[in-house]
């Protein structure tokens, strides 16, 4: 190609150029001669680049044409802003028990159950910020048969931007902000004084729950047609912080109290529980209501209280010591009194994440019944497979 424009300007020079000027001095000819050539070769030069160049940039253009045509085409749902997540979880653990117990001024031995369970849970994020959950828990009696269908969980929730609602069975804000963080031994029964007559799970509720920061903001009601009243027959309230650790709430319970088909007053709690988890592996927590029995007969009006203080210290990888103190005071008379005070220790051994043993001694001093004592040893042993789709 360079030759060909070399042939062509050369052919031009001389077809211009008078034959006179040719003729003349012959050293100064040729090297005018030479000059012409080179800026003919520089000519040629800058002609090829200029067709290089051009004709790069038309590939480009035709490249980019064919990417907008792809994009222009493409189908809506091959090209999602941002992928959405769905998440399955199944899973289970069994907590059977083994003891010795001095019960009720009897002595026996037995095998019991430290609340196995398994359930199900699934999240749907059905648009970018809102998810849904469906979540089912049901509980395994190992103390009798091996039963399973207790419910302990069930219920669907939304939550977006705004906060989260969740509707059906489900675990309340006491014991979320409050009993949860006391409730860290090996037992149906713990956390021992909130356990007398605290709840755990409440059927037919609605709940919304707000995190904002470091702080949670949590709100629920029951609404069960079938007792209490035609209204909520419980409404609860609370406010948590936490943060490197720390754990504070305090929370507000109003729940109906029924005595068969009847309402005979209503309970009103103010809670309040602090706990913090140190970077030596020691934790610390404490849990304490204030109970108002308010009743439709004045005279039966009472109060009192429940006190929950728990501790554990990993000694070591694989061992770690637990202890607990509790008080519990129903307000009664001394015929009907239930009021107890106790201590429990517990010693577990963890081989694996999964994988827990522990041997526990508890006892209970009751102001006005018999005492109780009980050595265990307990297994557990859990199981999770989660998937992500």
Do not use: C
Request: hydrophobic letters at 40%.
């Amino acid at each position: 190609m360079r030759s060909i424009f070399l042939i062509i300007l050369i052919f031009t020079f001389f077809s211009v150029t008078p034959f006179n000027v040719v003729a003349a001095d012959s050293d100064t000819s040729l090297e005018m001669l030479k000059r012409q050539i080179e800026q003919l070769q520089q000519q040629v030069l800058a002609l090829e680049k200029a067709q290089q160049a051009q004709e790069t940039e038309k590939a480009k253009q035709a490249s980019l044409a064919k990417q907008v045509t792809k994009v222009e085409e493409a189908e809506p749902s091959t090209m999602p802003e941002k992928p959405l997540n769905n998440t399955l979880s199944v899973y289970a653990t069994m907590r059977p028990t083994f003891g010795y117990f001095d019960e009720d001024a009897e002595t026996f031995w037995d095998v019991r159950d430290a609340l196995s369970r398994a359930g199900i849970k699934a999240t749907n994020e059905f648009m970018p910020g809102w998810t849904a959950e469906l979540h089912g828990e049901w509980g395994i009696d190992l103390s009798n048969n091996g039963d399973f269908g207790t419910a302990r969980k069930a219920y669907v929730a939304v939550g977006g931007p705004y906060g989260r609602v969740a509707v059906g069975k489900q675990r309340p804000p006491q014991y979320l902000l409050i009993a949860e963080y006391v409730d860290i031994f090996n037992h149906a029964n713990s956390p021992f004084s909130y356990d007398a007559e605290g709840i755990f799970f409440v059927n037919n509720m609605v709940t919304y729950r707000l995190q904002t920061g470091g702080f949670s903001w949590l709100a629920a009601s029951q609404f069960d047609g079938d007792s209490g009243s035609n209204g909520a027959d419980l409404v609860n309230l609370g406010l948590g912080y936490d943060q490197g650790g720390f754990h504070g709430a305090v929370t507000y319970l109003m729940q109906d109290n029924i005595d068969g088909n009847f309402t005979a007053g209503k309970d009103e709690v103010w809670a309040v529980s602090l706990a913090q988890d140190f970077n030596n592996g020691l934790y610390l927590a404490a849990a304490y209501q204030d109970k108002s029995y308010q009743r439709d007969t004045i005279s039966q009006d009472r109060s009192g209280h429940t006190l929950d203080v728990s501790t554990a210290y990993r000694i070591s990888e694989q061992f770690r010591v637990k202890l607990g103190y509790f008080d519990f005071d129903d307000g009664r008379g001394v015929l009907l009194s239930q009021r107890y005070d106790g201590y429990n220790t517990t010693l577990e051994w963890l081989p694996d994440d999964n994988l827990r043993f522990h041997l526990e001694y508890l006892t209970k001093d009751y102001d006005y019944l018999n005492d109780f004592d009980s050595w265990s040893i307990g297994f557990r042993y859990d199981f999770a497979k989660d998937w992500q789709f």
